[in-house]
Every structure is written in C-alpha cells, then in structure tokens.
C-alpha cells in the first residue's frame, strides 16, 4: 500500500513513520511513503502557502494552488484508485472500521491542514473523503495523518507477525481486547490468574472471551448494542 503525504511538516511525518511496525512495514516494502511539501510548488521568494481570509478575522487560510499542485502531483504518481483524504476535525470519525476499509485501498493521499485551514474551494474540488480523529482541534493534520498510517499499516497482511496479530485487538470482533499479564507470576501481592498458567487452552480461550464481554460490558456497552452475541457469549457475561 502507498501512503503520499501532503504536508508543510514532511520531517515529521517521515520520523515518525520510521519508528516501530510502520517502519518495518516501509524497510520490507509492505508499504511505501512519500511525502509532497506545497512551498516546493509555489513561486515566489518567500515561497508563500497561505494569506489572510476573507471576510477577516484572525488566523491564515492555506492557499488553493500550493496545495492542489502538490496534490495532483501525488495523484500522478499514486496507484490508481487511491483516495484524497483531508484530515480535519469537520470529518467523520475515524475508527478501526475505517482503518479496515482503507486498508484495502491501493494508496490514500493524507492531506493534512495547518493554521485555520484550508480554502474551501480545495476541498470543493480536489478531496475525496474529509475525515476526523476526535472531537478536539490539533494545530495541524500531521498527527493525525500518522495516526491513520499506523492503524491501517498494522491491518495489511505479512506486517504483523503471528504473535503480534491484529485479529485479538481490541474493536476487531466489536469487542475490547482481554487484560494481558507476563512474568514474574507476583508483583507486590499481584498474581496473574491461575487460569492462565494452567496450559488448559479451552479454558483460557473462554477466560479470555468472558474478560473481553466483561470489559466491553463495563466501559463501552455501546459497542455490545451493535454486535449479535451468540448463546456462549450471552451465557459468559450473564455469569
Ligand atoms: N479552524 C479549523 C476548525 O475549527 O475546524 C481548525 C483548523 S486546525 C487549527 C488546523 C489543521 O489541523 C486542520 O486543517 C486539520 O488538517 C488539522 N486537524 C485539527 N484537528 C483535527 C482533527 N481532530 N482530526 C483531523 N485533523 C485535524
């Protein structure tokens, strides 16, 4: 998968990327990263990206044709299908629902915004999808842009191994992820449950499951309102 980047910040993207699974996934070709910096598209001396808004008021508005420059430029060399996502905190929000869909694109164009954002008419014109990653304002798209490399990187098949796979995180199956434990057995009193430490594989299954329905139960009931539960299940969190 093909992730361009459009940002003023293009350091902060490849620093970041570079770190950890998303990095292994770009040192193993899993996926590719390229980033497009809108001055590199301007032309004057100060190599100028935004101006004063219309209308007034305070804050600087991000020029169209830096950006759409960059843009199409990242377009002719993206596969075709790949998507133009503005991040913005007017979009939908983003979830491991859609981490899963964009992970079966070809490529997706992270357009990540900064000062008070960007003209409207880019957004008229040159985005696909405008998306969100919370009900909060950050000073810029770049975090957010990474937040969505990484959660879509971790999905694409070979980039986790077995140990590490996806599969058991927490939202994969509509549920929150079990409590982990790892040695030593004791930590101030603390003991890891003996169910664990019994090698019955049944029986650890079934904790696992009556931990994750629990939790999901406790502090998210709202993700138990959107998922069927078999007679099991249902009969695990009764328990
Ligand atoms: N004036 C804008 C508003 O209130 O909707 C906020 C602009 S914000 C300071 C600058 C840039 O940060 C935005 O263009 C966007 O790219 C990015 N951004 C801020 N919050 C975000 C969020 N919650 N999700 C995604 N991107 C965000």
Request: hydrophobic share 35%.
């Given at each position: 998968?093909?992730?361009?980047?459009?940002?003023?910040?293009?350091?902060?993207?490849?620093?970041?990327?570079?770190?950890?699974?998303?990095?292994?996934?770009?040192?193993?070709?899993?996926v590719r990263l390229a980033v497009?910096?809108?001055?590199?598209?301007?032309?004057?001396?100060?190599?100028?990206?935004?101006?004063?808004?219309?209308?007034?008021?305070?804050?600087?508005?991000?020029?169209?044709?830096?950006?759409?420059d960059a843009i199409r430029s990242a377009r002719a060399e993206a596969p075709p299908g790949a998507k133009v996502v503005y991040l913005s905190p007017q979009g939908?929000?983003?979830?491991?629902?859609?981490?899963?869909?964009?992970?079966?694109?070809p490529g997706l164009i992270l357009v990540a915004g900064r000062y008070e954002g960007v003209d409207e008419r880019l957004v008229?014109?040159?985005?696909?999808?405008?998306?969100?990653?919370?009900?909060?304002?950050?000073?810029?798209?770049?975090?957010?842009a990474l937040v969505v490399i990484d959660a879509v990187t971790r999905l694409l098949p070979g980039v986790l191994g077995d140990a590490e796979s996806a599969q058991q995180d927490s939202y994969m199956d509509g549920l929150l992820d079990c409590p982990h434990y790892t040695r030593p057995e004791d930590i101030e009193g603390r003991h890891v449950p003996e169910v664990l430490?019994?090698?019955?594989?049944?029986?650890?299954?079934r904790w696992r499951?009556?931990?994750?329905?629990?939790?999901?139960?406790?502090?998210?009931?709202?993700?138990?309102?959107?998922?069927?539960?078999?007679?099991?299940?249902?009969?695990l969190l009764e328990e």
């Open positions: 998968m093909r992730f361009d980047v459009v940002t003023l910040f293009p350091e902060m993207i490849e620093q970041t990327a570079r770190c950890g699974v998303t990095g292994r996934a770009i040192e193993t070709g899993s497009w910096n809108p001055r590199d598209f301007t032309s004057d001396r100060h190599r100028t990206v935004d101006d004063r808004p219309y209308g007034g008021g305070p804050g600087m508005v991000m020029k169209v044709q830096p950006l759409r939908r929000r983003f979830d491991q629902a859609a981490a899963l869909a964009f992970a079966e694109c008229e014109t040159e985005i696909d999808e405008e998306w969100s990653i919370g009900d909060y304002v950050l000073s810029g798209g770049e975090l957010a430490q019994s090698g019955n594989h049944a029986a650890i299954n499951l009556k931990q994750a329905l629990g939790r999901t139960w406790q502090r998210r009931p709202d993700l138990l309102d959107k998922r069927e539960l078999d007679g099991e299940q249902l009969r």
